[in-house]
């Protein structure tokens, strides 16, 4: 049973334009949700969360968006970099123990 | 990635022997998440851990693991009796408080490699 769910494994994009990433989730009991960025041979590294009484969560180039009534968030990266290019996991935290259920990931390819 | 040390990076067993996965969170990180990932897999939660509390271990399987944080020194996963379906990236994680209120950081993990 996944609770969180990445249907795209892979997304290409060409540097300079947008990455959208996406992310759907069954569980309601999520209160926070955040973004990883992984390349090989290393850990995840924290890119951005949302509090799930917001919809938007800005940080330079990259924004989150959280849509509540749909299950669903998304990752936006504009412009793309080729240093981007990683594999973006999306996470929901689950109650107050605070543990992270993760997505499979989407390996992202910035091309120049 | 740095802050928080795993070791060994690489660690090869045969079926039967003990995997003991060590990790030193950060510095004033008294929180620390272990987690596993599996080839083509998510991350998957294993176990949650305080100074020498076993918050949560609902993902840990019940036999042959086991976790432990005390006061003095690292946290240690160890899986007695190793099988090859124990070979996979096992990642361990740190904060200062619980996720959300503060983010987790990861180690660059262990690859553990059952023969």
């Known amino acids: 049973d996944q609770q969180v769910k990445q249907n795209s494994p892979s997304l290409s994009v060409q540097e300079g334009r947008i990455s959208i990433l996406n992310c759907d989730y069954t569980n309601s009991m999520f209160d926070y949700f955040l973004w990883y960025k992984k390349y090989p041979a290393e850990g995840p590294t924290f890119l951005i969360s949302i509090s799930s009484i917001k919809d938007k969560n800005e940080d330079g180039r990259f924004t989150v968006f959280l849509n509540k009534s749909a299950k669903h968030l998304s990752l936006h990266i504009v412009p793309s970099q080729p240093g981007d290019s990683a594999v973006y996991f999306c996470a929901g935290r689950e109650g107050s123990q605070g543990n992270l259920i993760f997505g499979k990931g989407t390996k992202l390819s910035v091309k120049p | 990635n740095a802050g928080v040390m795993q070791n060994p990076r690489h660690l090869v067993r045969r079926r039967g022997q003990e995997a003991r996965l060590r990790c030193s969170p950060m510095k004033g990180h008294s929180h620390v998440y272990w987690y596993r990932q599996l080839p083509e897999e998510g991350l998957k939660f294993m176990v949650y851990?305080?100074?020498?509390?076993?918050?949560?271990e609902s993902g840990m399987p019940k036999e042959r693991f086991s976790a432990e944080f005390p006061k003095e020194g690292p946290s240690i996963l160890r899986i007695q009796q190793v099988v090859r379906g124990d070979s996979a990236a096992y990642f361990c994680?740190?904060?200062?408080?619980?996720?959300?209120?503060?983010?987790?950081?990861f180690g660059n993990g262990t690859r553990l490699t059952v023969t």
């Open positions: 994680a740190s904060s200062t408080d619980r996720v959300g209120n503060s983010p987790l950081h």
């Open positions: 851990l305080q100074k020498e509390n076993i918050i949560d």
